[in-house]
Each structure stands twice: as C-alpha cells, then as structure tokens.
C-alpha cells in the first residue's frame, strides 16, 4: 500500500531534502554510465555498483540504501518504457543524463514511518 504526501518542510529539512534529490540525480547517471559501458545488459551488475558508489563517494551513505537502489530500479523502469515505445513504432533514442532539478521525487519503501495526529499531520 503506497501512500503520497504533500510536505512542507522547514528551511533545514528543504535543504535535506534537495541534498538528496541532487544525491540520487548523481546515482541515477552514474548508474546510466554503467550502463552504457555494458555491451549485454546485466541489471544484477548495474545494481551492485551502488555499493561502490557508496565506496567510492562518501556523501552517499547520508542517503537511506533503499532510496539508492530505487534509482536502479527507475533507470530500468525508464528503459522499459523506451523498449515498449520502439516496439509500438515510435522512434526512440537513448536514455539521456538527468541534470540538476529532474529528481523532483523520491522514494522511501520501507516501513518504519507512522502518521502522527497533532494540528498540523507530521511524519516520524
């Protein structure tokens, strides 16, 4: 059961939030480098090197890991749907870099957050 929220963060949790956003961009192509540098695609190898990602570049453990490997699964989501457009006759090209303001979501798939009435609706 998914559900969305409208947030309306404070000035520090804008910031966060941003941060991350720019956090999962930065995975999202890198991921998309990989992947071009493949010759036959191997999601299981695509998905591994967030691990070192998170090596290689220290400011990805300050994001969740599940939010990370959700980038894979949207890089792979997007080249699905390129699959299916070219099938349908559409002229298609290759899945492009994302720049700096393209990540206006992302996603927090575990549990562990609960709904807290008070005057204003807050999440923990």
């Known amino acids: 059961m998914a559900h969305k929220f409208r947030l309306y963060p404070t000035n520090q949790q804008e910031q966060l939030l941003l941060k991350t956003f720019d956090l999962c961009r930065f995975t999202y192509n890198k991921l998309l480098e990989k992947l071009n540098k493949q010759e036959k695609i ?6 591994h090197g967030i691990v070192d990602l998170k090596k290689k570049y220290s400011k990805l453990q300050e994001v ?9 699964h949207r890089l792979f989501g997007n080249l ?4 299916r ?3 349908q006759g559409h002229k ?3 899945l492009r870099f994302k720049g700096k303001d393209w990540f206006k979501t992302i ?3 575990q549990s562990g957050y609960k ?3 008070t005057k204003k609706d807050t999440i923990n």
Request: charge should be positive; glycine fraction near 4%.
């Open 64 to 72: 969740y890991s599940k939010t990370l490997q959700y980038e894979c």
């Open 115 to 117: 709904l807290i009435q």
């Open 80 to 83: 699905k749907a390129l699959s």
């Open 85 to 87: 457009l070219k099938k």
């Open 107 to 109: 996603q927090y798939n």
């Open 92 to 94: 298609v090209g290759k």
């Open 42 to 47: 191997n999601r299981s190898e695509i998905q």
